[in-house]
């Protein structure tokens, strides 16, 4: 029985899910890299945005949520066959649960563009997204969401955790180690972009955890106010640990601790409370920030724009933390996301290599010193003399 | 005639363009410009990764001048952007072979 309340709520949610993407983590991740690569990044958010619509309305929605089996869920909604305005998922439309997921599958893969920015062939993002978000996104997506085998097991992942945060950021990580580092390192080219960016995340997001409720009702509003809480709390943490530590409060530090604070509420925000989600921000903005120094310093990946630190290891938190606060199974937790973690890390390796046989991984060094806006689409940013 | 190049800290523009017109220099030419001397470039840190910027943000002015003007102009630019620290800045001074004032025509000292 389809509920006009829900069904108004789910279709605002979807909106806010899309704007994470578009232009939310565009400007955040554009902000970040060189003036010579801003458009490159836009163009990759952009270009994902539609091409992983389309493959989610091919296969992606039936691998996730087409069936009941262990593992995937067939092909029996490809191109949503059977399903029409009448078909109910709970108490939505099941065309509108389909958009509501179709914004996941795009804002994962476009998460992972933090780990390759400034030095990524074109062709490869495309390929390897269209693989990834089909052969890893999907299947986790069915194991947890879709009623898989990690279902069974009562793991918690409210709002993607495991299956948004966690593969994202090992995809990343994957993907950085197997391209080695930007031949050149530059700062942020604009922090105002950055801090944009962070901030239709921080809204967006709302739709994000609250929308994962799949209702209009007091767990909707609980994990929008919690995951409120947890942003504000590693936007402060961040923020302040960067003074103590480094001597100055920086705004690409604090709205980092703002995504870290997200990243790590999405897992628990349907079970923990306003205070407990308080504990985790406030830890998460410290973790976070800390995960970025050591994976660029000390194991020397140049996972670009520290999308497993943030996302990665903030996810992973987050979803160790329901245990930890009695709100789920320590254990299942814990087998989740070792067995996420190894299938994306292998399918990840895998995917990659055979792309790069088909569409060079990394661009030429001249198109890398050239900036990938001209290099590679022909256009430039900023012009300043026109 | 002389030109007058002086290098100095951005904020202390407003400064040294006030100590100017107030001993009657009609007029200046303002760049915004980058570089290094002795107070090098510095660093900057984004999540704790730090980048070395080697070159400043300074602002260029530039000032055609009758040659009995000279020494006060100096001592103006050299009080006025003074702050004792390290990256105050320079002052240069060159001849000045000719000035045309394009409206009238007018040149030589009549014409700065």
């Known amino acids: 029985m389809i509920n006009a309340g829900d069904t108004a709520w789910m279709i605002v949610a979807t909106a806010l ?32 945005a539609a091409l992983m619509s389309v493959l989610w309305l091919l296969a992606g929605y039936s691998i996730a949520f087409g069936g009941d089996g262990p593992y995937w869920g067939g092909l029996g909604k490809a191109l949503l066959a059977g399903v029409d305005a009448t078909s109910v998922s709970g108490t939505i439309p099941e065309v509108l649960f389909f958009a509501f997921q179709m914004t996941f599958a795009i804002i994962t893969p476009a998460l992972i563009v933090g780990a390759y920015v400034e030095r990524i062939g074109y062709g490869f993002v495309l390929l390897f997204s269209s693989l990834w978000m089909l052969l890893c996104y999907a299947p986790v997506a069915h194991w947890i969401w879709g ?110 601790g703002t995504i870290a604070g997200l990243a790590s509420i999405t897992p628990a925000s349907g079970y923990v409370s306003p205070g407990e989600a308080l504990l985790i921000g406030a830890i998460a903005g410290v973790l976070c920030q800390w995960a970025v120094r050591a994976i660029k310093e000390q194991l020397k990946i140049d996972d670009t724009l520290d999308v497993f630190a943030v996302h990665g290891v903030g996810g992973i938190f987050g979803t160790i933390m329901i245990g930890v606060l009695g709100h789920g ?58 | 005639m002389k030109l007058v190049t002086a290098i100095i800290k951005p904020f202390k523009l407003d400064d040294v363009r006030e100590a100017l017109s107030e001993m009657g220099v009609q007029g200046m030419t303002v760049t915004e410009v980058k570089g290094f001397g002795r107070q090098k470039g510095h660093t900057e840190l984004y999540r704790g990764a730090e980048y070395v910027v ?59």
Not at chain 1, 43 to 48: A, R
Not at chain 1, 364 to 372: A, F
Not at chain 2, 92 to 111: C, N
Request: charged share 15%.
């Open chain 1, 17 to 48: 899910v899309l704007l994470m993407t578009l232009p939310g983590l565009a400007l955040f991740y554009g902000g970040l890299v060189r003036s010579r690569n801003v458009l490159s990044v836009f163009m990759q958010c952009m270009s994902l």
């Open chain 1, 329 to 386: 199974s320590l254990s299942a937790q814990a087998t989740a996301l070792l067995a996420v973690g190894v299938f994306t890390i292998v399918v990840t390796w895998v995917l990659a290599k055979l792309c790069a046989l088909l569409t060079p991984l990394r661009v030429s060094t001249e198109d890398e010193v050239e900036g990938l806006d001209y290099a590679a689409h022909g256009e430039r940013a900023y012009d300043l003399n026109s």
């Open chain 1, 147 to 256: 009623g898989g085998w990690l279902a069974e097991l009562d793991v918690k992942d409210f709002a993607g955790g495991i299956v948004v945060h966690e593969t994202a950021g090992l995809a990343a990580l994957v993907l950085a180690l197997m391209l080695g580092p930007r031949r050149e390192q530059k700062p942020p080219h604009n922090p105002g972009y950055v801090m944009l960016g962070a901030g239709l995340l921080w809204v967006g997001w709302f739709g994000f955890n609250g929308g994962s409720q799949l209702a209009a009702d007091g767990g909707a509003a609980m994990a929008l106010t919690v995951t409120h809480i947890s942003a504000a709390a590693a936007s402060l943490t961040w923020a302040a640990w960067e003074r103590i530590k480094l001597g100055k409060a920086s705004l690409v530090g604090l709205v980092t």
């Open chain 2, 54 to 112: 080697d070159f400043l943000p300074k602002v260029k002015i530039e000032v055609a001048i009758d040659g009995t003007q000279l020494e006060g102009v100096v001592d103006a630019i050299t009080k006025a952007a003074n702050t004792g620290k390290v990256g105050d800045g320079k002052i240069f001074v060159s001849p000045l072979e000719e000035v045309v004032r394009i409206r009238t025509g007018e040149s030589g000292p009549d014409a700065v």
